[in-house]
């Protein structure tokens, strides 16, 4: 099952952002599943992840900002943003450990 990230765009600091994370087919049977983002110049990082059971640990730079869901009916995955930043600028992606890369999408965040 591939996964494939959409809904960035440029919003200014402050505002919020939902992504989404399409299947190409059922994650059901998917543990676990995470976001991901790679700024301009840096190493890509982890952001957040979920399990079939709920969310684990955020990483400390979205922690209490960012909120990951699933709808396994839909196939889906979110990515709410909230009180965006402009160091959230990065391109985000979604994957889980049995997935390949995708193309991820652009959020610009503007100051």
């Known amino acids: 099952v591939q996964l494939q990230a959409s809904g960035g765009g440029l ?59 699933r709808y396994n009916a839909k196939n889906t995955m979110y990515l709410q943003m909230n009180s965006l930043r402009p160091e959230d600028t990065a391109v985000y992606y979604c994957k889980h450990p049995g997935g390949a890369w995708g193309q991820g999408t652009l959020v610009t965040v503007s100051s």
């Open 11 to 69: 919003v200014q600091a402050g505002g919020s952002l939902r992504l989404s994370c399409a299947a190409s087919g059922s994650i059901f049977s998917i543990d676990v599943m995470g976001w991901y983002r790679q700024a301009p110049g840096k190493q890509r990082e982890f952001v957040a992840a979920i399990t079939r059971g709920g969310g684990l640990p955020y990483s400390d730079s979205v922690k209490g900002r960012f909120t990951i869901s």
